[in-house]
């Protein structure tokens, strides 16, 4: 089944850092060496503590995909993207731009268009 796209919401935070926290950079990433995670950070703690500060900030938004019903993965993280509105110069007619930082899904959910969904929210947010 398609997973559920939603933004991230406060009472998820933790769920989702605890989950990444414990990941295998291969299972989230084609490169796990560009995305190795830091040895002398409490990777749970840092993670709530980055994905909260986001909540907050208005420039940025990040978007969830659940799995959603009859499948092993019912209500766990299969994906996500975090972006953030960046200005651009103001010698360009187009203003602001939209950068998005972290784009992932894990592999069994990858070729199934779960990223284009999450891209989808994240371009009209």
Do not use: I, K, Q
């Amino acid at each position: 089944m398609t997973p559920t796209v939603r933004r991230l919401r406060e009472g998820t935070c933790d769920r989702w850092s605890r989950t990444c926290g414990r990941r295998s950079p291969g299972r989230w990433s084609r490169s796990p060496d560009r995305n190795a995670l830091a040895d002398d950070v409490n990777l749970v703690a840092a993670g709530v503590e980055h994905r909260r500060d986001r909540l907050d900030d208005e420039g940025a938004v990040t978007w969830v995909a659940v799995g959603d019903g009859g499948t092993s993965d019912d209500g766990r993280l299969v994906g996500y993207a975090a972006a953030s509105v960046a200005s651009s110069a103001p010698v360009f007619a187009a203003g602001d731009r939209l950068h998005v930082g972290e784009l992932s899904v894990r592999e069994p959910y990858r070729g199934e268009g779960v990223a284009g969904d999450l891209l989808d929210r994240v371009d009209a947010a």
